[in-house]
């Protein structure tokens, strides 16, 4: 299963077409970044759920948090994504 558009906006809870390039360039960097965190060029055979997951999770964080700088909140990445794909990445020592 791949994250299509219309569940990234089932996920945001985002009902109207505005926004639907910006969250296919979030959904995009954050499939990208599952890929990038685990160190693979292919997802892993009956891995779909849990990178999907983490996708969308990065996604949703990405579009709710656009500014650059946020003031007065600590600012910190998801550790459920990386929980969730953790086991599928490779190690190089």
Known sequence: MAVTLELAKKHLRVSHDD??????????????????????????????FAF?????LTMASMFENRESDITG???????????????YRLLRV
């Open 19 to 48: 926004e639907d390039q910006e969250i296919e360039i979030y959904l995009a960097a954050a499939v990208d970044w599952t890929m990038t965190y685990t160190k693979r060029k292919e997802m892993p055979a009956g891995a779909e």
């Open 52 to 56: 999907d997951a983490a996708a969308l």
């Open 73 to 87: 909140t600590i600012h910190t990445e998801i550790p459920t994504a990386r929980r969730l794909i953790d086991p």
